[in-house]
């Protein structure tokens, strides 16, 4: 099985650009987390849906952010405007149905952003 | 609110010597215990996992962990360190609901020959 799919995996754009991450959770999955890691802050929480739903975006920074799942097979998060404090690594996980199988969290490759 | 402290930021062994990683949580009821890895420009992956049952669990490249409720730890070990493992190891608690990973703050594992 083909594990959780980011792309792309490296992004450097200028400030002001408007930058969009895209997430292939597995298949079967009905949970999906985006992540942002940084030196300062570790991994934060960003994001979650469930069944394509947002249940809870209160980690996302601010207005800039957004994030969509449209289908249960793929999601974005669109930094607009970016600016270079965005500079980061962006995972995407996906969990199955924590009633059914467990509630462990699968991570993909990330996205390494780099904002100049 | 659940936290996850990793007391230790980095720590360096020798090869072949045995590893143990702290990790303290904080949780209301029963917790969800997680350790994962993070390779060098990689994404995370699990080690291993504490949903209930026997307190000691068995992970993948031979590491183990041991749920200690009376203390709130879940203390990540290996018997014998390969220089492979370095890496970034990271404790995480989930709430029951399935839906929320809190991590530590991260070790970092270097491997001397």
């Known amino acids: 099985d083909a594990g959780v799919i980011q792309s792309p995996r490296h992004e450097v754009t200028e400030m002001g650009q408007e930058v969009t991450l895209r997430c292939k959770p597995i298949?079967?999955?009905?949970?999906l987390f985006w992540y942002r890691q940084t030196m300062m802050r570790g991994l934060e929480l960003l994001i979650y849906?469930?069944?394509?739903?947002?249940?809870?975006d209160s980690g996302m920074p601010e207005d800039r952010f957004s994030a969509k799942m449209p289908n249960a097979s793929f999601s974005t998060l669109k930094i607009q405007p970016s600016e270079p404090r965005d500079s980061a690594v962006y995972f995407c996980?996906?969990?199955?149905?924590?009633?059914?199988?467990?509630?462990?969290?699968?991570f993909g490759p990330g996205t390494r952003l780099l904002v100049l | 609110a659940q936290s996850v402290t990793q007391p230790d930021i980095h720590i360096t062994v020798s090869e072949g010597a045995s590893l143990e990683l702290r990790c303290n949580y904080s949780?209301?009821?029963?917790?969800?215990l997680f350790w994962y890895v993070q390779s060098p420009g990689q994404g995370l992956q699990l080690l291993l996992k504490?949903?209930?049952?026997?307190?000691l669990v068995q992970g993948i490249k031979g590491f183990e962990a041991e749920f200690k409720r009376s203390q709130s730890s879940f203390n990540l070990r290996k018997p014998s360190v390969h220089w492979s493992d370095a890496a970034e190891f990271f404790c995480?608690?989930?709430?029951?609901?399935?839906?929320?990973?809190?991590f530590g703050g991260g070790t970092r594992l270097m491997v001397k020959p």
């Open positions: 996980a996906s969990s199955p149905n924590p009633r059914l199988a467990g509630k462990t969290q699968y």
């Open positions: 298949s079967g999955h009905n949970s």
């Open positions: 849906f469930n069944n394509n739903v947002p249940i809870d």
């Open positions: 504490y949903f209930s049952g026997d307190t």
């Open positions: 995480a608690v989930g709430n029951n609901a399935g839906n929320m990973l809190t």
């Open positions: 949780y209301g009821a029963t917790p969800y």
